[in-house]
């Protein structure tokens, strides 16, 4: 189902819009807009599943016992030597 609605843009969003357009990229300025909001849903699909798997791995590290965490020097020493060095 299609819906007929009213937006308004900055004279900068219109012009890119247009643009895009003229070169072909879309069909339309509706088009653009359409694929530009099916993209933020993407996108927060795409964030949700990954704050998903950071929650799933946090609560599985804080069942994690005492001798399986790592040190913070052991996991950062390559970082740090590598800034050290400039590289």
Do not use: C, N, Q, W
């Not at 012009?15 to 088009?31: M, T």
């Not at 994690?64 to 020493?77: K, L, N």
């Amino acid at each position: 189902m299609t819906i007929k609605t009213t937006l308004s843009f900055t004279d900068r969003h219109h012009r890119f819009l247009k643009e895009k357009v003229g070169e072909g990229v879309y069909a339309s300025a509706s088009a653009a807009v359409a694929a530009a909001v099916e993209r933020m849903i993407e996108d927060e699909e795409a964030r949700e599943v990954a704050l998903d798997a950071m929650a799933d791995e946090i609560r599985r590290r804080a069942t994690a016992p005492r001798e399986a965490f790592v040190e913070h020097d052991e996991v950062f020493a390559p970082a740090m030597r590598r800034l050290d060095r400039g590289t």
